[in-house]
């Protein structure tokens, strides 16, 4: 198990700065993560790769080391990436994963003494699990093949701002602060001017660095030229999941219904009513016109 590295209080001055300070067979997981495999380990015999993802899927973090360590051993090897976290498992096998993963290293222990900076990691992992459930469902409604790995890229579309958070908590603070005191102050705005680069640039420059599969990198470039449908089913899940994460009042959701509508090819009011269903609450507020642009 390693030691928690010193936190950050000084923005590295570019990208290579910000990508040399962290390497995924570093990183921590979840506490419940390491609880779930560890009563998995005790029985190993009788676990599968099917029962591990089911541990994995939901910690972005641990979902992140096994696609990196399983790239790693593929490096130089021919034929298709294992685009999900079910598919590097088989291929890594059961008893060499719980050798890999060892003694991993929760979360909490890298931000003990950190309530503020808890919190705020705990903020950006809920969206993102609530933009994963979207995604799939999302996917599922358009019969999607590759649903598991759309899933995938929902779940770690915000995975640099954990980092942030992990790493940098004064930081991260500093940037929420800010937003707080002026809701219409931009991510990548703020993000520039503390951090000098853009957290989705990290993440993309992370996702290259360690070889995640190529689908999913493709899915989670918000540069890319050419927006397919599965980028738009991933967009509007984290819209959707950010937008509706304090209520279902915020002005913007009755534009990202509209938009997820035409994504499924659904009525305006169906696709509301998709998204409460999704989200495991009740219908809610009726369904605000959508304003008219001007």
Request: proline share 7%; hydrophobic share 50%; net charge negative.
């Amino acid at each position: 198990m390693l030691s928690p590295p010193p936190f950050i209080s000084q923005a590295p001055r570019d990208l290579a700065g910000w990508s040399a300070l962290f390497e995924h067979a570093d990183l921590p997981v979840l506490g419940e993560t390491v609880d779930a495999l560890a009563e998995l380990a005790e029985n190993e015999d009788a676990v599968d790769a099917r029962l591990i993802a089911d541990a994995v899927v939901s910690d972005p973090l641990m979902t992140i080391k096994l696609l990196a360590h399983v790239a790693e051993l593929r490096r130089g090897r021919e034929g298709s990436d294992t685009e999900t976290a079910t598919e590097a498992l088989v291929m890594l096998g059961v008893p060499p994963f719980f050798r890999a993963f060892a003694g991993l290293t929760e979360t909490a222990d890298w931000l003990a003494g950190q309530p503020e900076a808890q919190v705020g990691f705990r903020r950006v992992l809920r969206r993102s699990r609530r933009a994963a459930r979207y995604a799939m469902a999302f996917a599922v409604h358009r019969m999607d093949h590759d649903a598991a790995v759309i899933h995938e890229a929902a779940l770690l579309h915000d995975f640099a701002e954990l980092l942030l958070w992990l790493r940098a908590p004064a930081l991260a603070l500093a940037i929420q602060q800010r937003q707080q005191a002026d809701p219409a102050l931009r991510s990548a705005v703020v993000q520039r001017e503390m951090l000098n680069i853009e957290l989705t640039e990290l993440e993309h420059a992370l996702m290259l660095k360690w070889r995640l599969p190529r689908l999913l990198v493709q899915i989670t470039d918000e540069h890319a030229r050419q927006v397919t449908p599965q980028m738009r089913n991933v967009q509007l899940a984290i819209r959707v999941a950010r937008h509706s994460s304090q209520g279902w009042d915020n002005p913007a959701l009755p534009d990202d219904a509209h938009d997820v509508a035409v994504l499924l090819n659904l009525s305006h009011e169906a696709a509301w009513r998709l998204l409460h269903d999704i989200d495991g609450v009740d219908e809610g507020p009726p369904l605000p016109p959508r304003p008219k642009p001007l």
